[in-house]
């Protein structure tokens, strides 16, 4: 199979290099613990970031920004309606928006308001392979799975089936990360084994998959931004000699990430794909 040239670490350095010059304005309704991280995430790269999530004005925020993310890691019932707000002005505008399930499968209030929002109509949905597993099985389209020591291959049936019943990218991040369709499935390998020890890098990460989609097509963009950050994260983690540096370490390194800082640290590789 020859390799699909919107799947590779150039067409990634191109998104990168879109994005940048763009610098879009990046909405975030994200959990408490994930705000500061993910605003320095996407300033560090090359987005604008806002977190509005007041039900007043949601509506005239996302007509004016380029991407939004939904995080459900702090709920509320005040956060849910501007949730909904959100995301229905953002698909009437065409705005791409991401869902990030947080914590999918802990508890039904959770799991039932994910379920709703995977069928609102997200661009994508990025989650852990205990939440892809949960929010497909809870939402009809997959086993349902709680172990949060799952892998991302062991979520991969589950992504693709949630995918297909959504519309939705679906990104599973793990040792490997995975991007799928439904159809089309890409391997992303990067980051480091610290990364999960330092609260909110998951959340950030989906803040910057939402700028890529702000000027790429959901599933390049969750391809490109995947492996800069992972190559970005890898690169930081040779820095450090544990987790609590490591958000600073991750800023700088998405400051200065160029090609060559995402041939070395990450691969991209295709791994499923029909009709080609």
């Given at each position: 199979?020859s390799?699909n040239p919107s799947?590779?670490i150039?067409?990634?350095?191109d ?19 994930a ?5 320095n ?5 090359g ?8 039900t007043?004005e949601?509506?005239?925020?996302v007509a004016i920004s380029?991407?939004?993310v939904?995080n459900?890691?702090?709920l ?6 501007g ?10 505008l065409?705005?791409?928006?991401l869902l990030?399930p947080?914590g999918c499968?802990?508890t ?6 994910a379920v709703?929002?995977?069928?609102a ?6 989650g852990?392979?205990s939440?892809i597993?949960?929010?497909?099985g809870a939402?009809?389209a997959?086993?349902k799975?709680?172990d949060?020591?799952a ?7 589950a992504?693709?089936a949630?995918?297909?019943?959504s ?18 499935v ?7 084994p610290?990364m ?5 890098l998951g ?8 700028a890529?989609?702000a ?11 995947i ?8 690169a930081?983690a040779?820095?450090v000699?544990g987790p609590?540096?490591?958000p600073?370490?991750?800023c700088?390194?998405?400051y200065v990430?160029?090609?060559d ?5 990450a691969?991209i590789?295709?791994?499923?794909e029909?009709?080609?």
């Amino acid at each position: 199979m020859s390799p699909n040239p919107s799947f590779t670490i150039e067409a990634a350095t191109d998104a990168l290099h879109a994005m940048r010059a763009a610098r879009p304005l990046v909405q975030n309704i994200t959990n408490y613990v994930a705000m500061t991280i993910s605003a320095n995430v996407l300033l560090a790269v090359g987005a604008s970031p806002a977190m509005v999530h007041a039900t007043e004005e949601v509506d005239d925020f996302v007509a004016i920004s380029n991407a939004l993310v939904i995080n459900i890691g702090t709920l509320s019932p005040t956060w849910i309606e501007g949730m909904q707000r959100a995301a229905k002005r953002a698909v009437a505008l065409g705005k791409p928006w991401l869902l990030d399930p947080v914590g999918c499968g802990a508890t039904k209030f959770r799991t039932d308001f994910a379920v709703e929002m995977s069928r609102a109509g997200p661009s994508i949905i990025r989650g852990n392979a205990s939440e892809i597993m949960s929010l497909a099985g809870a939402a009809g389209a997959g086993g349902k799975g709680v172990d949060s020591t799952a892998s991302s291959d062991a979520a991969l049936e589950a992504g693709k089936a949630l995918a297909l019943a959504s519309g939705a990218v679906v990104a599973i991040t793990g040792e490997t990360d995975y991007v799928t369709d439904g159809t089309t499935v890409v391997a992303i390998t990067g980051g480091s084994p610290l990364m999960p020890l330092s609260t909110a890098l998951g959340c950030a990460l989906s803040a910057t998959v939402a700028a890529f989609a702000a000027v790429c097509p959901p599933f390049e963009a969750a391809v490109a931004a995947i492996a800069v950050y992972g190559a970005a994260g890898a690169a930081a983690a040779t820095r450090v000699t544990g987790p609590g540096h490591l958000p600073a370490e991750l800023c700088d390194a998405l400051y200065v990430v160029d090609a060559d800082m995402i041939a070395r640290y990450a691969t991209i590789r295709v791994v499923d794909e029909v009709n080609v």
